[in-house]
């Protein structure tokens, strides 16, 4: 690298001379080298970057897909950071991919193991709205009934938002296939609970998906304030939630 002298400071290539401008000064290097499309297809030290590349492109499109499928429960406010997080997420499943080389690794060998399932169960999509801290109970779900249940339910224990009047829970169970990125999501009818609710116990029910893949059962969580009969939700960040309940398949 090498200051230009000069008075009117250049820009561009003269002669195999790189001029530019960095941080106000006026510089000079010589030209060649760097990254270019062509180095980066064709060289063989550029497999690295091009199988990287390949990898990275696959598990975008995943987490594109499987954010969309769950649309419904990801709608509602905006998380700058869960971008970040599915793909991390998706870049730990290709990794679990023990059958295909590197470069052409993907997702869905690495959603058969039993390690890539349980990543999938762990993660956790809305981190500032804990659906079963919130509830103050798990619960559980068969993926032979397509039953959610909740047997030790007091809403005293629920965490009311400040004006929040409702609360309104939502299964839903995802058949997602990792191959073809075809997904069907069933959803079942919302529970609304309102403050007063006496009941010990509560349930969900949905249906089965048509699609073939690996199944995912999730709950969903939303608050609302009900004002003359008409119900507002809730957006903040703490009000909305989905928690995977289960992966199978």
Not at 3 to 22: D, E, M, S
Not at 198 to 224: D, E, Q, R, W
Request: net charge positive; glycine share 12%.
């Amino acid at each position: 690298m090498a200051r230009q002298v000069g008075i009117i400071p250049l820009t561009g290539t003269l002669k195999g001379i790189n001029f530019y401008v960095r941080e106000g000064a006026p510089l000079a290097r010589k030209g060649g080298g760097g990254f270019n499309s062509d180095a980066i297809k064709n060289k063989p030290k550029m497999v690295r970057v091009r199988e990287n590349a390949s990898e990275f492109g696959h598990c975008s499109s995943v987490k594109k897909h499987f954010r969309l499928s769950l649309r419904p429960f990801l709608c509602i406010r905006k998380d700058g950071k869960l971008h970040g997080r599915m793909m991390q997420l998706f870049m730990k499943l290709k990794n679990m991919d023990r059958i295909n080389d590197r470069g052409q690794r993907r997702v869905g060998p690495g959603m058969d193991t039993e390690a890539g399932k349980q990543l999938l169960r762990n993660f956790v999509f809305t981190p500032d709205c804990d659906v079963f801290g919130i509830m103050g109970a798990a619960g559980n779900y068969d993926f032979v009934t397509g039953t959610y249940s909740v047997s030790n339910f007091d809403v005293k224990h629920v965490w009311f938002p400040k004006g929040a009047t409702h609360l309104a829970l939502t299964l839903g169970l995802l058949h997602f296939n990792f191959e073809t990125m075809e997904q069907e999501l069933k959803l079942s009818a919302p529970l609304y609970l309102d403050k007063e609710f006496t009941g010990t116990s509560i349930s969900l029910s949905v249906g089965t998906p048509s699609v073939s893949g690996v199944a995912v059962a999730v709950l969903g969580m939303k608050f609302y304030e009900e004002v003359n009969g008409v119900y507002y939700i809730f957006r903040s960040a703490k009000a909305v939630g989905v928690e995977v309940l289960g992966v199978w398949g």
